[in-house]
């Protein structure tokens, strides 16, 4: 009998690990994303996009005060979506 809580336990543990590794690379990804949008497209490769125009103003521009924060919203809700199907995938659900 301890033979199988042991072995269920260890199930656990690495669905655990499971369900954290997949959490962290999430947000990493969206991380990554946010950063390259905000500071990368609004900072860094600002002057490559200052060719294209979008309302009226530069695209490098437009990231630096309005993309980033659109960016991010999408990244909110993309996030929500992600974690609620991972936590039903680990039966770690809210009900």
């Known amino acids: 009998m301890a033979e199988g809580s042991s072995s269920s336990a260890s199930r656990g543990a690495q669905s655990d690990k499971g ?3 997949a959490n962290v690379r999430i947000i990493l990804v969206c ?3 946010w950063a390259v949008c905000s500071f990368g497209f609004g900072i860094l490769l600002r002057p490559l996009l200052s060719g294209i125009s979008v309302g009226g103003t530069d695209l490098g ?4 005060q309005q993309g980033s924060i659109l960016v991010f919203l999408a990244l909110i809700f993309f996030y929500a979506w992600r974690m609620n199907r991972l936590d039903r995938e680990h039966g770690v659900e809210e009900e």
């Open 31 to 33: 991380l990554v994303i």
């Open 61 to 64: 521009f437009w990231f630096a």
């Open 19 to 21: 369900y954290w590794a």
